[in-house]
């Protein structure tokens, strides 16, 4: 087989329509052999002979799309100086677009040898590189750029969502092609999201010890390959498959009008530490990829739990972040990513540095800064909770958002004065350096947590069946059981459940903000408390579209809510309240107001109270104070929120006729389906809302609103 000097770039297999180009970086590497495996299984070694800036490359005339590939590097064997090289380990390509196979544990991925590198050879247990055609026809694909304001986002994962659903064909589902089923599409569509967040499809890897218990590693937060969309998502075989179907898609869900962003994991590697396997980084260049414990080279410092964290101050490993995210924006078509614990990646060093190189290549990327880019702005390391402190360019998941609505709505002590300020968008974290609220990705729950249902039927988690005896998983999780522990035929406790999912929906798309909803909620989901089923691939993380009547209520009403959101500007604003008054209506008042149940404002004394548990929010549409697209001041309806956690109801007297002369109300919790009863109410006159409910009333706006253009 010929074999032509190539390029040092692109890294990684790079097909050109008449044979392929193979990149491979490695600083340490004496000697690098480049493995072709056909049909057969059989290997044909090719060294690569041509080395530039530590790439080693070579041209293959002929080699095209479904070829696979692995690597073995030639080097030294030091784990004292930070170096694994074996070339008894078949590696995978960091950068190969796709990936075949999977791991099977064999004792030959390890090493075992404690005199030396294990001669074990690994290949047949390990993963193929595969050589992918670049070609797709995307035909007039764009992408929807929603508004950061008018976002909705959705955190889904490719087989929890599809897995079970009656309308999508059996061979589709848990796969990216049932993703794109027109029934799928309906449902998000109906509902007014406007982004899917993907959980993690970067190929990843099983981990051994979850097999041998018969389970596995569901999320996907164990990413071997960061340019392969993960193989076993994929409805129509491997051998670069995948990536085609990725792609379709990502276009089908362009068309509906659906963003994609992908969950990723560039902290680390499913290489994890000294006793994991070698499956790639680590036996290409250890000590260039991972950091390691200063003075004690042969252990890897880890900041995220996983025995791993990747060196963010290492050009390679910065060039392979920035090259992946390019590849899935300008390849993939994606719109934007989640960065799982990110706060990793801000450690050069070991402090968090909001100023990294990691955050300065992403500031100046022509490419990377114009999608949306999310933090989870921890890690597990000192100094790790970093909620409001990345740079002005990022969203961030906001933690104390979370934990503060759990807070008010099961009536905490003093919940409420932070409670205010979660509700209006969080200033307090994010103003200080002129971000705005779309700062702040408001949740009430994710992935990692109980579900709503489950928020509201478990005080304990019940992780049993991850079968750590249930020592794994949050303990303390600010969830409340309504009186009763888990399953209950007891009618008050139900209602009272459905009531406290209807008031977690209604704060969280009623609030200031990009609000994040997770898949099933709407559908009171049930992992039947398990808060951590990172491992179950089965019926507790899918989603069981077997609906009641009580769950498509309670879906129905989640559309009312996102539809009132993008219906209405005031509630969901591009800046912060700031106390200002309209300037364009016949009776001019602030911008926000706080309002006691007697209607008079709250004060200082009334915000300390530790058993104030109840508050009225005026929202006046005349005062939004900024312009529209066209430069037009925008105004829109004015609305009172009237929120009650007591476990009492609360008589509300609504404001005078400054405020407005007649209120419609639009929403009622304490309803099984948010409908209020009565619906028309006077100025100055007496509303009750239920224990723990919540009620929205509006009023037209007083300004000149301008026509649609």
Not at 158 to 179: K, N, S
Not at 443 to 472: I, M, P, Q
Not at 530 to 556: G, H, K, M, P
Request: hydrophobic content about 35%.
């Amino acid at each position: 087989m010929p074999v032509w000097s190539g390029h040092p770039y692109p890294l990684g297999a790079a097909f050109d329509g008449q044979g392929t180009n193979f990149a491979l970086f490695s600083e340490v590497a004496e000697r690098v052999e480049l493995v072709l495996v056909d049909e057969r299984g059989t290997h044909r070694a090719v060294p690569l002979t041509e080395v530039d800036g530590f790439v080693w490359h070579g041209y293959l005339p002929g080699v095209g799309p479904g070829q696979r590939y692995g690597y073995r590097v030639h080097g030294p064997w030091a784990p004292a100086m930070g170096h694994r090289c074996n070339p008894a380990k078949l590696l995978l390509d960091p950068y190969a677009r796709a990936v075949d196979g999977q791991i099977d544990n064999h004792s030959s991925l390890y090493e075992r040898n404690p005199h030396g590198p294990d001669p074990a050879d690994s290949a047949g247990h390990t993963m193929l590189g595969v050589v992918t055609d670049p070609y797709f026809d995307w035909g007039d694909d764009r992408p929807p750029r929603t508004a950061y304001a008018d976002s909705v986002i959705y955190e889904a994962h490719v087989r929890g969502l599809t897995r079970t659903h009656p309308d999508v064909p059996p061979e589709l589902r848990g796969t990216y092609a049932g993703l794109a089923h027109p029934a799928i599409l309906e449902h998000l569509t109906s509902l007014g999201v406007t982004a899917v967040e993907l959980m993690p499809v970067h190929q990843f890897v099983q981990d051994g010890v979850l097999q041998d218990k018969g389970l596995s590693n569901y999320w996907g937060y164990n990413t071997i390959g960061f340019f392969a969309p993960h193989n076993a998502y994929a409805a129509h075989g491997s051998r670069g498959q995948q990536v085609a179907e990725f792609k379709s898609m990502v276009k089908a869900m362009h068309a509906a009008g659906l963003e994609v962003i992908l969950d990723v994991v560039y902290n680390h590697t499913a290489e994890g530490n000294e006793k994991g396997p070698t499956l790639s980084f680590r036996g290409i260049d250890n000590a260039s990829y991972y950091r390691l414990v200063d003075g004690d080279f042969a252990h890897y410092y880890d900041t995220t739990g996983t025995g791993n964290s990747l060196l963010m101050r290492h050009p390679y490993v910065l060039q392979l972040i920035m090259d992946s995210l390019r590849y899935w924006v300008t390849e993939m078509h994606v719109d934007g990513f989640r960065f799982d614990l990110a706060a990793t990646l801000a450690r050069q060093f070991h402090e968090v540095d909001r100023l990294s190189a990691f955050f300065d290549l992403i500031q100046q990327d022509p490419v990377i800064s114009r999608v949306k880019l999310i933090a989870e702005p921890w890690d597990v390391g000192e100094g790790g909770y970093q909620v409001g402190n990345f740079p002005p360019l990022w969203s961030e998941w906001n933690g104390k958002y979370r934990d503060t609505v759990r807070d008010f709505w099961r009536t905490e002590p003093g919940s409420l004065g932070e409670f205010a300020s979660r509700l209006t968008g969080s200033s307090d974290l994010y103003q200080h350096n002129r971000r705005r609220p779309r700062a702040s990705v408001n949740f009430v729950t994710a992935h990692d947590g109980f579900t709503l249902r489950d928020l509201v039927s478990y005080n304990d988690k019940h992780n049993e069946a991850n079968g750590e005896g249930n020592r794994d998983g949050e303990s303390h999780n600010r969830s409340w059981n309504c009186g009763t522990e888990g399953d209950t035929a007891n009618p008050a406790v139900l209602e009272l459940r459905a009531r406290q999912q209807r008031n977690l929906l209604a704060t969280l798309l009623l609030s200031q903000g990009i609000p994040m909803l997770s898949h099933g909620d709407e559908l009171g989901r049930t992992q039947r408390g398990n808060n951590n089923a990172y491992c179950q691939d089965n019926d507790i993380s899918w989603i069981d579209w077997r609906l009641t009547d009580e769950q498509r209520d309670l879906a129905d009403f989640t559309r009312r809510l996102i539809r009132l959101r993008a219906e209405h500007p005031v509630l969901r604003r591009r800046r912060f309240f700031r106390g200002e008054t309209a300037t364009n209506a016949d009776q001019p008042l602030p911008d926000l107001v706080w309002l006691l149940p007697d209607a008079e404002e709250m004060t200082d004394e009334e915000w300390q109270r530790s058993d104030a548990h109840c508050i009225g929010v005026f929202l006046n549409g005349d005062a939004i104070a900024e312009p529209d697209r066209y430069g037009r001041p925008v105004v829109d309806d004015s609305f009172l929120l009237l929120l009650n956690s007591y476990w009492e109801p609360v008589v509300f007297r609504l404001p005078d006729a400054l405020y407005g002369e007649r209120w419609t109300a639009c929403v009622d919790t304490a309803e099984p389906d948010g409908v209020p009863d009565e619906t028309e109410y006077k100025a100055a006159t007496d509303v009750t809302v239920a224990a723990r409910s919540l009620m929205v009333l509006s009023r037209p706006t007083r300004g000149i609103r301008n026509p649609p253009t």
